[in-house]
């Protein structure tokens, strides 16, 4: 008898592996935007709900006050230039926002760059975040020339993913929307409805800096390297407050103090009346200043 031969096992050939390869590469490919995409649905949505949180700690603070805080707290000097301490909307909130203990460590009455307030300054904000966007922790405060360039740094203070509105023009003492400095509006004095009124919006930290502190006496910020925003200084009170002067979130041209966000095609607001809507890079632009107006007496239609 002829002895018995084994068969060897036939294994993948270089084609067939590069086949099996090329077909998990393009499942991947369809798959993993799919993924992206429900990813973003869930910041977006996470990102939602922390306006409405705002949103509500909003109006809860209203009740107690018959006012919404205001936008920053500040003395000032004969021609109105600001002498502190800053303290702004975020840090008013925080009781409102289940954050007594954090709230309690703050000393309203020394600056917010002050040694007594080391520690406050740089705590994590609760829902003061977008899960959208890449913020570092703290970031610091600093002084700057004219060309923007930092001079000096005066303290560093805890990032913030949304800022109240000012209204139109530049932020600082008198804004048209509910926030500036010292301010105290009441739902009576939103003349042109709580549905139609911002409150806060989104800021990305990629386009310019926030925080819910304050605004630090001194400061100025400055877009990022990179940013689509316009290479402009921007008083202290940018850091906490936005206007909408060159038009809608995220649009070319707008300034590092206007309203931004990570989030495709637009930013997302929380309105006086609580309920929080998104925002298109397109909507009209006379139609989202008027959004951030108080008492503006502007039409306003669909957006």
Not at 125 to 148: E, H, I, N, Q
Not at 251 to 267: D, K, L, M, V, Y
């Amino acid at each position: 008898m002829r002895p018995s031969r084994f068969r060897r096992n036939r294994g993948f050939t270089l084609i067939e592996l590069l086949v099996v390869i090329a077909i998990i590469s393009v499942l991947a490919g369809l798959i993993l935007p799919a993924v992206q995409q429900a990813r973003e649905a869930a910041r977006r949505a996470q990102c939602k709900s922390n306006l409405k949180q705002i949103g509500l700690a909003l109006q809860n603070y209203h009740g107690a006050y018959l006012k919404f805080p205001p936008g920053y707290v500040s003395n000032f000097d004969a021609t109105g230039n600001d002498l502190g301490p800053g303290w702004g909307w975020g840090a008013m909130l925080l009781p409102q926002l289940e954050q007594t203990n954090l709230h309690s460590t703050i000393n309203f009455g020394q600056p917010i760059e002050a040694a007594a307030n080391a520690a406050p300054r740089v705590a994590r904000g609760p829902v003061y975040l977008c899960p959208s966007d890449s913020v570092k922790p703290t970031w610091p405060a600093v002084m700057r020339d004219a060309t923007g360039k930092p001079t000096s740094t005066i303290c560093e203070v805890s990032s913030s993913g949304y800022v109240a509105v000012f209204g139109v023009s530049e932020p600082g003492i008198d804004g048209e929307g509910v926030f500036f400095r010292n301010s105290g509006i009441a739902m009576k004095d939103i003349g042109d409805g709580s549905s139609s009124t911002l409150l806060v919006g989104e800021r990305a930290q990629s386009s310019c800096e926030a925080t819910w502190v304050g605004s630090v006496t001194g400061a100025r910020i400055f877009p990022p390297a990179g940013s689509y925003a316009v290479p402009e200084l921007q008083h202290a009170s940018g850091m906490t407050l936005g206007h909408t002067q060159e038009g809608a979130p995220n649009a070319p041209g707008i300034e590092c103090n206007n309203f931004s966000s990570q989030h495709t095609g637009g930013a997302q607001f929380v309105f006086a009346d609580g309920h929080v809507q998104f925002i298109s890079k397109n909507i009209n632009r006379a139609t989202f200043q008027a959004l951030s107006t108080r008492s503006g007496g502007e039409a306003v239609g669909e957006f």
